[in-house]
């Protein structure tokens, strides 16, 4: 918890300024105040690893409560996923009271969307692996009732675009957010009613086509467990206690593909 360490340290957290960085500090109860840092005689510069981590953690829990109530009310599946996600990456007392704080933050009118997605994006250098994990997230906190409202799909849609996504990896990846759920739901007894993953869902993971090539098929899957490779992600900025929700991924993965390639053995 290095980032988190300096952040409460003082020296750190409030020199992100702009939208995420006031957020931050009404999440953590402080005012902001930019020259914290320099009196500390500590210098960062922008891009630092605590950096992008301090940013990917506001923008994921106020965005996510943002998108949350995009259907004009936050349901008690999308705040159990909030809390589960949470549980996941194991926050101590003060980070969760911090992500609340920010999620909530997401949830009112006034919220500065587009603000917040300008200075993420920045902050992440246009890392495309990186925010595309925090795009998955979106997504998951999204079909936490099993369903994807218009309204959130718009909202979504949006968020895509504004950091530079296509609408073709937007449908890419509600399918494949979609087929992750449907595995971790299953084997992980999420919801105890949930119907064992087809080869829809598989191929839905891997992004590819049912008549796709082995050698295409397998292409995709090393491409997606790179981009989900836990020490790749967290090297770009993602936050350490987020590394377990990036490893839950890769299992999803591997499960789609090793159900592929069963299938097409049989086939043989």
Request: charged share 25%; glycine share 8%; hydrophobic share 40%.
């Amino acid at each position: 918890m290095a980032w988190w360490g300096k952040l409460i340290g003082g020296a750190f957290g409030f020199m992100l300024g702009g939208p995420l960085g006031a957020m931050l500090g009404a999440a953590l109860g402080h005012q902001v105040d930019t020259t914290l840092g320099r009196r500390a005689g500590v210098r960062y510069r922008l891009g630092d690893q605590e950096r992008v981590q301090t940013a990917f953690f506001t923008a994921t829990f106020s965005i996510m409560g943002h998108v949350a109530k995009a259907d004009g009310r936050v349901s008690e599946a999308e705040i159990a996923l909030a809390k589960r996600i949470m549980a996941h990456m194991g926050l101590s007392p003060d980070q969760r009271r911090t992500a609340i704080n920010l999620f909530n933050t997401g949830k009112q009118p006034n919220f500065p969307l587009d603000d917040a997605l300008d200075q993420f994006r920045r902050e992440c250098h246009h890392r495309h692996t990186l925010m595309q994990m925090f795009l998955e997230l979106q997504l998951q906190a999204a079909f936490a009732d099993r369903r994807l409202d218009p309204s959130e799909s718009t909202v979504l849609l949006h968020i895509f675009e504004r950091l530079g996504f296509s609408r073709q990896e937007f449908e890419y990846l509600v399918g494949m957010v979609r087929g992750t759920q449907q595995y971790y739901d299953y084997y992980e007894g999420a919801e105890p009613r949930a119907q064992k993953p087809s080869l829809v869902d598989a191929y839905a993971v891997l992004g590819v086509s049912e008549d796709a090539s082995d050698e295409h098929v397998r292409k995709a899957y090393r491409r997606l467990m790179s981009q989900h490779h836990p020490d790749k992600l967290v090297a770009k900025g993602l936050p350490e206690e987020m590394v377990t929700l990036a490893k839950e991924k890769a299992q999803e993965i591997n499960r789609a593909y090793d159900q592929i390639s069963a299938a097409r053995r049989q086939l043989h």
